[in-house]
Nanobody, 130 residues
Framework: EVQLQASGGGLVQPGGSLRLSCAAS????????LGWFRQAPGKEREGVAC????????YYADSVKGRFTLSRDNAKNMLYLQMNNLKPEDTGVYFC???????????????????????WGQGTLVTVSS
């Protein structure tokens, strides 16, 4: 059973930083992808950053490119999202997600309809406010 456990959200001032963590488990093959989706108040869920475990490729939404960075610790089965220069519009609930098997092109995971994502963890709230 695939399980995704997100943590690390909180309140931060504009321009500040946070690091989200996702503990992933239950994969029996390496052909999966992991990613972060977020849902801002009153808006639909959107893909923010995604990573192909199989192909070691990443994708970032234009709105976060240059500010957010994915990393992983394979030994611990952890995925991290380092978020720098946070803006009020980054406020929302962030979800760790997975597609298994993952798409050959990682952008596909982050840009698909959220209803098509295979697995969702619980969300962690990020609030950017002064």
């Amino acid at each position: 059973e695939v399980q995704l456990q997100a943590s690390g959200g909180g309140l931060v001032q504009p321009g500040g930083s946070l690091r989200l963590s996702c503990a992933a488990s239950g994969f029996t093959e390496d052909d999966y992808s992991l990613g972060w989706f977020r849902q801002a108040p009153g808006k639909e869920r959107e893909g923010v950053a995604c990573l192909s475990h199989e192909f070691n490729t990443t994708y970032y939404a234009d709105s976060v490119k240059g500010r957010f960075t994915l990393s992983r610790d394979n030994a611990k089965n952890m995925l991290y999202l380092q978020m720098n220069n946070l803006k009020p519009e980054d406020t929302g609930v962030y979800f760790c997600t997975s597609d298994w098997p993952g798409p050959r092109t990682i952008a596909t995971m982050c840009t698909q309809n959220p209803g098509q994502v295979d697995y969702w963890g619980q969300g962690t709230l990020v609030t950017v406010s002064s």
